[in-house]
T-cell receptor, first 117, second 115 residues
């Protein structure tokens, strides 16, 4: 089946530094990738939708200058958390939209646990 | 606009007992409905989905769900719980035919299975 590989699975960084999270679609071309944030014991909150070759669309309340999303190729989307602070600590998950499946084909990465100290 | 309500943030069952996780949705257009399972520190795994056709949908690991339009529900069931079913379960909805491909998630239900 279609797989999205997400790395790293865990990362600890110092406050003020930047962290990049990568999501690669291994056996399909992901023209659209979604980025979610999940707080402990809570649901997934959509942060942004990225389309290959164009600027990401951010959800209301998400700082686009803090959470930089790049989707430069059909197989790679990245989320960079810039100038990270402890409140950015969270679980981040990407999801690829499967080609030809419209609104019913999604595959998820395994998530990245970010801890900012 | 669409939304999902999962009734019960925590459900506890005994091993071998029926599992019933409730999900109600709201959508202005025909919905696509999903159930996902999440184990600790992992991504989401699709259990099953309803798009069109048969309203009773069978998924992996013995789970099934029935789309009931009149009740705007998509409850998840499994006849006999197994210890390995203990996890967080999310119901989600997207809209048929829309150009907005977003998935909207419920708040999740934590399933505990007691020996």
């Amino acid at each position: 089946g279609a797989v999205v590989s997400q790395h790293p699975s865990r990362v600890i960084c110092k406050s003020g530094t930047s962290v990049k999270i990568e999501c690669r679609s291994l056996d399909f071309q992901a023209t659209t990738m979604f980025w979610y944030r999940q707080f402990p014991k809570q649901s997934l909150m959509l942060m942004a939708t990225s389309n290959e070759g164009s600027k990401a669309t951010y959800e209301q309340g998400v700082e686009k200058d803090k959470f930089l999303i790049n989707h430069a190729s059909l197989t790679l989307s990245t989320l960079t958390v810039t100038s990270a602070h402890p409140e950015d600590s969270s679980f981040y998950i990407c999801s690829g939209l499967l080609p030809g499946q419209g609104n019913y084909g999604y595959t998820f990465g395994s998530g990245t646990r970010l801890t900012v100290v | 606009a669409q939304s999902v309500t999962q009734l019960g943030s925590h459900v506890s069952v005994s091993e071998g007992a029926l599992v019933l996780l409730r999900c109600n949705y709201s959508s202005s257009v025909p919905p696509y409905l999903f159930w996902y399972v999440q184990y600790p520190n992992q991504g989401l795994q699709l259990l099953l989905k309803y798009t069109t056709g048969a309203t009773l949908v069978k998924g992996i690991n013995g789970f099934e769900a029935e789309f009931k339009k009149s009740e705007t529900s998509f409850h998840l069931t499994k006849p006999s719980a197994h210890m390995s079913d203990a996890a967080e379960y999310f119901c989600a909805v997207s809209a048929e035919g829309g150009s907005n491909y977003k998935l909207t998630f419920g708040k999740g239900t934590l399933l505990t299975v007691n020996p």
